[in-house]
């Protein structure tokens, strides 16, 4: 079952290469690379019911298994909201994004890097030592630059045609951040839980 943690972390790092390539690149570009992320949240709903199969048949107390299993789905609704982000971009036909936010799914990516090596402690869960703090400290980080971000729209004004779509997208990527932060604290419940 652990294993699956780990190949879900996997498609979550993926997934976050692919979304960061997204927000730096134009609207042909991003045609091209949106089935990709599609095809990851997919992929990531896939593996999620899987797990959810493994912890139905595991021997874990049933504390443990919801939050693994939450833990699972909120990585998978991580994917699903980059994949969101993706549809946005390109539905919309958004051109370039603000920095910051380009700042923020840098932000995106290391927060699923730190994901990956949690996960092959969820079997240990003392050894998932300071990961928690790490995610916090990014989502106030991405917090501020998703802030930065909408200041920045707004300071540029626009038809509101324009405005809106860049709203979105911008809200869409602090969801994404948001759910990293929710899977951390889930992950974090379980240590504590096995103080």
Do not use: C
Not at 48 to 59: C, E, T, W, Y
Request: net charge negative; no cysteine.
């Amino acid at each position: 079952m652990y294993d699956l943690f780990g190949d879900l972390a996997e498609l979550l790092v993926q997934a976050a290469d692919t979304h960061s390539k997204l927000v730096g690149h134009g609207y042909r570009e991003r045609t091209r690379i949106t089935p990709k992320l599609h095809d990851q949240s997919t992929r990531a709903e896939e593996l999620g019911r899987r797990i959810a199969q493994r912890l139905a048949r595991s021997l874990i107390t049933p504390y443990e298994a919801e939050l693994l299993y939450d833990i699972s789905l909120t990585i998978a609704d991580t994917v699903d909201a980059m994949n969101h982000t993706a549809e946005l971009l390109v539905l919309s036909r958004v051109g370039a994004l603000p920095t910051p936010l380009l700042e923020a799914a840098t932000g995106i990516e290391r927060a699923s890097e730190l994901t990956v090596t949690a996960t092959w402690s969820l079997s240990r869960v003392q050894e998932l030592g300071d990961y928690y703090t790490q995610i916090r400290k990014l989502k106030r980080q991405g917090d501020r630059l998703v802030r930065q971000s909408l200041a920045e729209v707004y300071k540029r004004g626009g038809a509101m045609t324009e405005v809106l779509p860049l709203h979105d997208v911008i809200e869409s990527v602090g969801r994404t951040i948001a759910l990293q932060e929710h899977t951390a604290r889930l992950a974090d419940l379980l240590r504590v839980k096995d103080a």
